[in-house]
């Protein structure tokens, strides 16, 4: 199709053209033929493109389909809940991998029996939790809600019941340095009250710890956990009495011999040997002694003889016992001062002078004896 037009007036950069109509058409400048200037015809021919307008349609639907597969096909799933563990007092629950698709994370929210019980740290990578102080013999009701960029999603409501204190099904044990027969004695306790198997390292549902020595790098974890580290009376304990026992008395820094009592003879005795094979360990990283030094030292110190005790005995008794001075001994002075008011007497004259003299010095003799 050609068309004729009229340059009116050229400016900088815009041209405008008159139809034949007598219409203004604004054109660039740029497209017209050099020297065109007002008056001047100019043909322009118009046609339509069909190929490329092919190509740009098929561009487009593509671009379509490729948003549509990657915004529209994929997108967020619902957690899935499930039981984990279950105790007394506590309830471990875990989920699978949340998936997010092209959508972006704003939170993951836990909530027991329909009220807020908190939001997930993590979620991206944790994919378990444990809600401790929960009352016993009691139902639960839990379920996470996602929220994404892409919406929220719920998952099932799941109804979780804690154990009555006579189920031990719930007992996870990891256990920590122990001798070899005492770990065999475990599993076979383990297996006969229904718990589970021994762990093998310090997990998010291990609800116990036992050991006979408090070290080593599973002790540290589970020290850190606030898990209880307890003997393996403990065990032996929950098994005589049915239910579930207090770990205060089972601590390692508790009093053996306080474990013990109530405890079968069996348990007892193989409690007893535990101890005395960490005893020998012990035993056999102190120095030994030679045969002459053990016999110098039986030598030196021997062991110490009992003698019978003997009953005590009386006093010693004199011989010719002297009846002791009364209490009149000092008389004599003063009646010397009374019967001598004569000053020539009392200084040794006159004819009573001698008589007093012996009545106090018989006095003094029988105050010395």
Request: charged residues 25%; hydrophobic residues 35%.
């Amino acid at each position: 199709m050609l068309i004729s037009l009229t340059v009116g007036k050229v400016d900088a950069g815009l041209a405008i053209l008159l139809t034949e109509e007598k219409r203004m058409i604004e054109f660039p400048s740029v497209l017209l033929p050099a020297g065109i200037s007002s008056g001047s015809i100019v043909d322009i021919q118009v046609s339509r493109n069909h190929a490329a307008e092919a190509a740009q349609r098929d561009a487009f639907h593509s671009l379509q389909e490729e948003i549509y597969n990657l915004y529209g096909i994929n997108s967020p799933s619902r957690p899935v809940l499930r039981v984990r563990n279950a105790t007394q007092t506590s309830v471990v629950l875990e989920w699978d991998p949340i998936q997010l698709a092209t959508a972006t994370l704003r939170s993951l929210t836990l909530y027991r029996n329909n009220s807020k019980a908190g939001s997930i740290p993590n979620p991206t990578t944790h994919t378990s939790t444990k809600i401790s102080g929960l009352a016993v013999d009691t139902e639960y009701s839990f379920h996470l809600v996602l929220r994404t960029s892409a919406g929220t999603y719920s998952s099932e409501k799941l109804t979780v019941r804690t154990h009555k204190m006579t189920d031990l099904s719930g007992i996870t044990v990891c256990p920590g340095i122990m001798p070899g027969e005492i770990r065999e004695e475990l599993e076979v306790v383990l297996a006969r009250i229904g718990a589970k198997p021994l762990q093998d390292f310090v997990r998010i549902d291990t609800t116990h710890f036992v050991c006979t020595e408090g070290r080593g790098q599973p002790w540290e974890r589970a020290t850190e956990m606030n898990i209880p580290v307890v003997r393996p009376e403990w065990l032996l304990a929950c098994e005589k009495d049915g239910r579930i026992v207090g770990v205060r008395q089972f601590y390692l820094s508790a009093d053996i011999s306080k474990m013990r009592q109530g405890l079968p003879m069996r348990e007892r005795a193989q409690t007893g040997a535990s101890v005395a094979s960490s005893v020998n360990q012990q035993s056999q990283h102190r120095p030994t002694q030679s045969v002459s030094e053990i016999r110098s030292e039986a030598v030196v110190s021997p062991p110490p003889v009992e003698t019978p005790a003997k009953s005590p005995s009386p006093p010693p008794v004199a011989e010719n016992p002297r009846p002791e001075p009364e209490a009149k001994t000092p008389e004599p002075e003063a009646k010397v001062e009374e019967k001598s008011p004569d000053p020539e007497k009392a200084t040794g004259g006159g004819s009573g002078t001698p008589e007093v003299k012996a009545k106090v010095e018989e006095g003094f003799e029988d105050v010395s004896l």
